[in-house]
């Protein structure tokens, strides 16, 4: 027992030669003398190769699709929110102007302060969802140039070459024939070794794969920061319809058209601010975007709409998923004058187009139960004009004269 608890202590020695090594200073770093044998390159070959099949890097890209979808849900969900709430609001108002009241309801103060509220809550967390879409971007864009990094540092190391190193004298002399005269040996001897000393020149320094792999990523992380704020986002495919869905989420009913993409971030890379809401006082007629529901393609209905990167048109999931693959997998767009080359990869689903015709289809629900009488149906899949056509204080006029005549 005693033997053991001796062991288990450190000796005074060991204590001391412990306490004496932290003092000792590392060497410099050296750069290898040699470049990196066949056995190691065929190695890193190989990590390149894996990352097309590796789980954890599908796993990651995954992971960044499904970040880019719930934030393009979650700007739609909030903004629908307060517009609802404000239009509750607005039908509070505009009730209480027709009933010829002007002090305001106790349940109209409370909702006013409620949709103020809202309101800022909701900006600060759209706020906070374009800046987390951003940086998801961001992340997209490195773990893309993993791969170009990787292949940059596999070039590196298969370009390196081992650098000559001068012969030794001693080692030339018994090269030499022994009826050699010594002085022209020796000269012989230095205009060598000048000679290997400028071929050892020529041969570019090793690089350690370390330092290749530094420098690689150091240029692509330059490279990125060069680029325009409308360069990294505005022209990215999960930018465009988070924009796309929180302006439709803001102007359901005007339908303003979406701003060009040039203006959405200011000279410094900031966000822009959206376009205003139209104000009700303003003697305006907001333009109208006409919004066809039909696809141009197969003349249906919509019911899968799916969009593109290419050009600004949409169709019928399986209407141009077939027109694709009959041209070869890559076609013009079968709309008249548009120059858009697509396939199929350039295809996605466009929500904002499902939110607009489910709005189209309520609309219409709502029309038939309100007007029993009318001489036909509203037909949700005729090509609908989104917008305000008519003056609205003379709508607002004729009403108020409609409710005085009826009196």
């Given amino acids: 027992m005693p033997r053991l608890m001796q062991r288990s202590r450190p000796s005074e020695s060991a204590a001391a030669m412990s306490a004496g090594s932290d003092d ?13 044998n066949d056995e190691n390159k065929a190695k890193l070959d190989r990590l390149v190769a894996s990352q097309r099949t590796d789980s954890d890097a599908r796993q990651y890209d995954k992971h960044l699709n499904e970040c880019s979808k719930n934030l393009i849900k979650a ?24 009933e010829g009241v002007e002090d305001k309801s106790e349940a109209e103060r409370e909702l006013e302060e409620y949709v103020a509220e809202l309101e800022a809550t909701v900006v600060g967390l759209t706020d906070k969802s374009e800046k987390a879409l951003r940086h998801v971007i961001d992340c997209r864009a490195e773990f893309e140039d993993a791969k170009s990094v990787l292949e940059s540092v596999v070039e590196t190391v298969r370009a390196q070459q081992s650098r000559p190193e001068p012969k030794p004298k001693k080692e030339r002399r018994q090269q030499r024939r022994p009826n050699d005269d010594d002085e022209d040996g020796d000269e012989d001897d230095d205009a060598a070794e000048d000679e290997e000393m400028e071929e050892a020149e020529d041969v570019p320094p090793i690089v350690g794969i ?12 330059i490279e990125y920061s060069k680029l325009s704020a409308y360069d990294r986002y505005a022209v990215h495919n999960d ?29 410094h890379g900031n966000p822009a601010k959206s376009v205003a809401d139209v104000d009700e006082d303003d003697d305006l007629v907001v333009e ?13 209905t919509f019911k899968a709409p799916y969009s593109n990167h290419k050009c600004k048109h949409t169709f019928e999931k399986d209407a141009i998923i077939g027109f694709i693959r009959s041209s070869g997998g890559k076609a013009q767009c079968p709309v008249p004058g548009c120059p858009g080359e697509l396939t199929i990869t350039d295809l996605y689903p466009d929500d904002v187009m499902l939110r607009k015709m489910k709005r189209v289809a309520e609309a219409a629900r709502r029309n038939v139960d309100a007007t029993s009488d009318a001489e036909e149906d509203v037909d949700p ?18 009403r108020q004269m409609e409710d005085i005549e009826e009196d």
């Fill in 24 to 36: 000792i200073a590392l060497p410099e770093y050296e750069p290898p003398a040699f470049p990196m």
């Fill in 239 to 267: 930018y465009i319809p988070f924009k796309r869905t929180w302006h439709d989420a803001m102007h359901p009913e005007n339908e303003i058209p979406l701003p060009d993409p040039s203006t959405w971030f200011d000279e």
């Fill in 210 to 221: 370390v330092d290749a792999l530094k420098t690689a990523r150091n240029a692509k992380i």
């Fill in 381 to 398: 899949d005729a090509s609908m004009i989104v917008g305000r056509t008519s003056n609205i204080k003379k709508e607002r006029n004729n």
């Fill in 75 to 98: 700007v739609g969900s909030i903004n629908d929110v307060l517009f609802q709430r404000r239009k509750q609001l607005v039908r509070f108002v505009e009730k209480r102007r027709s």
């Fill in 288 to 300: 109208r975007e006409i919004i066809d529901l039909k696809c141009p393609l197969s003349l249906q």
